[in-house]
């Protein structure tokens, strides 16, 4: 059938309507929360595997080529999409609303998120095929400390309330914002 010569378009389909079975089906903190582990993973993975590339395109007289621009978006990227699913792991294990983001819509965005760091992470050759065993060995050591963070969080569940309690001052602080003590 010649529908399926588009490979990464029926992938993505498949991940679509997996995920629309699936999601009535678990729960929705073991769901969001393992969703959000693997983003943190992938995200983590992400910016270590493009920080040699990043560092050379912000010390490269003039304009940094292609690849290396593409290295740089997918850095920060990878930083933001880190901090955010931190922060969103933080608010939840610190007792604060679920709805905001433990939520169908929102752990859709993280499944397609997990999707495209899997492609920027695992893209073949993108900066030469010679990559140092040095840095296949650490972008595994970040990788497995990343995955052994994330499953402690996972599964531990630890109470970051006296945390969240810490930062108030900063997080308060806010645009518009009234505190609902």
Known sequence: M???RYRALMALVAVVLVYSL??????????????????LILSGWGIFAYWRPFRTAMTTEG?????YLYATMIFLFCSALNLNIAFGL?????????????NPFFD?????????????????????????PR??????????AMFILVVYLTLVR????SLA????????HGYEYDDPR
């Open 90 to 102: 933080f608010w939840r294990l610190a007792g604060q609303p679920a709805h905001l983001v433990n």
């Open 108 to 132: 859709f965005w993280v499944v397609l998120g997990i999707i495209a760091l899997a492609i920027a992470v695992t893209v073949p050759d993108l900066f030469g095929k010679d990559v140092p």
């Open 158 to 161: 630890p109470d970051l309330s």
């Open 22 to 39: 699936l999601v009535p089906a678990i729960p929705i903190r073991p769901r969001g929360d393992g969703l959000r582990a693997i983003f």
């Open 165 to 172: 309690d810490l930062v108030r001052p900063i997080t308060d």
């Open 63 to 67: 304009w940094p080529s292609g690849p």
């Open 2 to 4: 010649r529908v399926f």
């Open 135 to 144: 840095d296949k060995i650490q972008l595994g050591a970040v990788w497995s």
